[in-house]
């Protein structure tokens, strides 16, 4: 509103002082006037509502509510990671529970590898030569070693696996308590979140939404924090390892079962051709024993039958018990040595008679001596064999009663 300026009469009979103090104090009033005006129109424009309490309210809600759904977001996405995690976490679990039965197979195949060694031991004598079923034996060791070596470096490789999956978890864990400090007064219902309102998303994908248009740009002042970006980024990685070790620690397991199946079978296949070749062995020995009993036989009977013709060869064992016709000096021989020149030979053929059947009775018996050592030594080898292929034969229903691994071991191995 526009002051007017108040004219005064210039004819006045007062004082020229007197009329200059009252016009400076209408000036001074009309200048106060006028910036109380210009004070009230810029008052209008820019001094607060009455209702300002009301709206700087409204907007801290509003302020307060963006932030803390942005917050409930990422606490959704860090309690699916960390539930993604525990997943991870029992699968690596059940996968170092199938390593360790795995590993303790191959000890148990060790030991009974072991009690194969101890057991061939007690063969006897004869029958300790080192053959291809020592080498087998041997192999099937060394290789069962290199199994078993293998596994327990992956064992460790599986526990430091499962020490990270932890440590990313409790990362999660601290991170997810710390988000929330602000949603105490937030519906927690993962249905109000938009992301998830789909279904429940994996840690792929909530990974990949890191880089989403809706997910905000890690600000250490705001609901997605670098921490909470980091403790995702470690958790996806951790489970990324995890997966492509629990891959590789099956193929392993498999390949390590076939290896040592292959080895078993291998020793079993060894040992039962051992077990052929001694019972052929035995069979060869027991009809050479058979031919060498029946030649000890045929040898006594020759040797009775030589030693009575000697006994004929030689006559009676006194001169009384001669007969007539059996004396050399018989009336017949004694008419003929009447003539001179008319000696007979029967004396010295008897004799020289006497002498090869003694001879040939010597030669009989040592024959027959020498074959009933030979039949000593085919049965201390029949009986040797036997109890060789006795031997294989245990191990073998051994390695085959405990080739399932449904025993205890008894104690440490």
């Not at 789909?198 to 997605?224: E, H, I, V, W, Y």
Request: charged content about 30%; overall charge positive; glycine content about 4%.
């Amino acid at each position: 509103m526009a002051m007017k300026t108040v004219t005064l009469n210039m004819a006045t009979i007062g004082p020229q002082s007197w009329r200059n103090a009252t016009v400076k104090n209408v000036k001074l009033s009309q200048n106060v006037v006028q910036r109380s005006d210009n004070a009230c129109e810029m008052g209008r424009s820019m001094d607060p509502l009455p209702h300002l309490r009301d709206t700087v309210n409204q907007l801290s809600n509003e302020e307060i509510q963006l932030y803390v759904r942005g917050t409930r977001a990422v606490v959704a996405k860090l309690r699916e990671s960390m539930l993604d995690t525990n997943e991870e976490i029992k699968h690596m679990t059940r996968g170092k529970e199938s390593l360790e039965k795995a590993l303790e197979h191959k000890r148990k195949d060790l030991k009974l590898n072991k009690e194969s060694q101890d057991n061939r031991l007690s063969r006897p004598l004869r029958e300790k030569d080192h053959d291809g079923a020592d080498d087998l034996l041997n192999a099937e060791k060394m290789h069962l070693l290199n199994l078993k070596k293998m596994l327990e470096a992956h064992l460790r490789l599986v526990q430091q696996q499962l020490q990270v999956l932890d440590s990313a978890r409790r990362r999660l864990s601290a991170t997810v308590q710390e988000r929330s400090r602000v949603l105490d007064l937030a519906c927690h219902a993962l249905s109000s979140v938009p992301f998830v309102q789909a279904g429940r998303m994996s840690a792929g994908r909530l990974c990949r939404n890191l880089s989403s248009p809706q997910t905000p740009k890690a600000d250490p002042l705001g609901p997605f924090t670098p921490e909470a970006e980091v403790s995702l980024l470690e958790a996806a990685d951790a489970r990324q390892r995890s997966w492509n070790l629990r891959r590789e620690l099956k193929d392993m397991i498999e390949k390590t079962n076939h290896l040592q199946q292959a080895a078993h079978t291998s020793v079993n296949n060894g040992l039962t051709q051992k077990v052929g070749e001694i019972v052929t062995l035995k069979q060869h020995l027991q009809i050479t024993h058979g031919e060498n009993r029946h030649g000890i036989h045929r040898g006594q009977r020759w040797y009775d039958a030589t030693e009575r013709a000697y006994a004929y060869t030689r006559g009676p064992v006194t001169t009384t018990d001669l007969t007539t016709r059996e004396r050399i000096d018989r009336p017949v021989v004694k008419v003929f040595q009447r003539h001179p020149g008319t000696q007979l030979p029967e004396a010295q053929q008897i004799v020289k008679a006497g002498d090869g059947l003694l001879d040939s009775l010597t030669a009989t018996s040592r024959n027959i001596g020498l074959m009933k050592l030979a039949q000593i030594r085919l049965s201390d080898d029949i009986r040797d064999k036997s109890s060789s292929a006795h031997v294989d034969s245990s191990i073998i229903r051994l390695r085959r009663r405990k080739g399932n691994h449904r025993w205890c071991m008894g104690e440490a191995f």
